[in-house]
């Protein structure tokens, strides 16, 4: 009888286990929902003030690196709603001369990012805010696809 006690404790406990992993997505999806209701401009005070508290900003850096942040948001939003227009038609994948043209563009842009940040901060600064870059994980992708279409 106490083996079976603790046996139906045991697999309980697994189960909560499982149950917490699912909402750690949910969340994740529910702040993507919440960041398409926000404007550009909301999204660049965001951020600039994350980076702000996190590198120790003067309001004159705070200042550039806002305007930085809605240029790049901006750009995203048109982005975004140029994608939305052409849902509705039949998606084709692009050729090889369209898709290295959006990588050069996308680079472009980073490129371009990183000049500005690297004039707005001074030299530490920059090296804290090349740290905090999101890490790229390795084999994420595959797995990542692989969950998401099991929750659907």
Do not use: C, W
């Not at 590198?55 to 709603?81: G, I, P, S, Y």
């Not at 043209?101 to 001074?122: F, G, P, V, W």
């Amino acid at each position: 009888m106490k083996k079976l006690v603790m046996i139906a404790i045991a697999l309980v406990t697994l189960n909560g286990f499982a149950q917490r992993e699912g909402r750690k997505g949910m969340d994740q999806e529910n702040r993507s929902e919440l960041r398409k209701d926000m404007s550009p401009e909301d999204i660049a005070d965001l951020k600039s003030k994350k980076l702000t508290l996190k590198l120790d900003l003067t309001d004159k850096q705070q200042k550039e690196v806002k305007a930085v942040f809605l240029e790049q948001a901006k750009d995203r939003e048109k982005h975004r709603n140029e994608r939305k227009a052409k849902d509705g038609e039949q998606k084709e994948k692009p050729t090889t001369e369209e898709f290295v043209k959006m990588q050069n563009e996308r680079l472009d842009k980073q490129i371009q990012m990183k000049r500005k940040m690297k004039s707005i901060l001074t030299a530490e600064q920059y090296a804290e805010f090349e740290k905090m870059k999101p890490k790229k994980h390795k084999k994420g992708g595959k797995e990542r696809r692989k969950g998401n279409k099991d929750e659907k």
